[in-house]
């Protein structure tokens, strides 16, 4: 049954995802005040200073963080929503950048053990039908001493934490409805957002799971957090 509701979950989700492709940026954009540019940049920056010899981009959407790597960096990118991966391709080609993109599920990507050395993520994680085995799977492709870069929604804090908690739940279902035409879509986002495991949670999950040295990067308030951890030997059939 639990495997049902989850297979469930992914194809709402995924039909979502769909229906926005074409105003997935725009909604980025208004939505957070220009922020999200501001978060991926600081993930991109991660990027080039890791200089990994590939890095693969989970739930990449419409590319907007793998085509911030620089271009000497090898990089593909994956996605379950097809018109999203449409978005991305179309992109890419604008910016005369070669970037592979193959549909795949975060749960099941195919590719072997220790295939990349960095994996990121950005407002994926949250949609895996099942947190855990999603970020074990992340884990699984990196080969040791391999980067796990995630850019996630979180619980805001300190003194703007009263507006910006009253943002994330009140101007996104409204202004994304509207853009969008889609009343699900944005309905869906504060609620994921507020049932997401806060920073320290989240941290002791993916050190359990084989990641060392694990840091949370409150970005613009705790709006969203860059978690940083680096795999360690022997985790997921390497040794």
């Not at 409150?218 to 795999?231: I, P, S």
Request: hydrophobic letters at 45%; glycine letters at 10%; a positive charge.
């Amino acid at each position: 049954m639990r495997k049902e509701l989850e297979s469930k979950r992914a194809a709402e989700i995924r039909g979502m995802f769909g229906r926005i492709a074409h105003r997935y940026d725009l909604l980025n954009r208004v939505l957070s005040l220009g922020q999200d540019v501001l978060w991926r940049r600081a993930m991109a920056r991660r990027v080039r200073g890791a200089q990994p010899d590939v890095v693969l981009d989970v739930c990449t959407g419409t590319g907007d963080v793998a085509l911030s790597f620089p271009r000497q960096i090898p990089a593909m990118a994956s996605d379950f929503c097809l018109p999203m991966l449409a978005r991305a391709a179309q992109k890419a080609r604008a910016k005369g950048r070669s970037l592979p993109l193959f549909a795949g599920d975060a749960l099941q990507l195919p590719l072997p053990d220790g295939a990349v050395g960095m994996v990121t993520v950005a407002f994926g994680v949250r949609n895996f039908e099942s947190l855990e085995r999603g970020l074990a799977e992340l884990i699984r492709v990196l080969h040791p001493g391999g980067r796990l870069l995630i850019l996630e929604f979180s619980h805001p804090h300190g003194v703007l934490a009263p507006v910006l908690s009253w943002w994330t739940r009140t101007v996104p279902p409204r202004v994304g409805r509207w853009l969008s035409g889609d009343p699900e879509a944005y309905t869906y986002l504060p609620s994921s957002v507020e049932t997401f495991p806060d920073a320290a949670v989240m941290s002791a999950l993916l050190a359990r799971l084989g990641l060392e040295d694990v840091r949370a990067t409150a970005q613009t308030g705790g709006v969203a957090t860059l978690y940083e951890g680096r795999k360690k030997t022997g985790v997921g059939g390497q040794t």
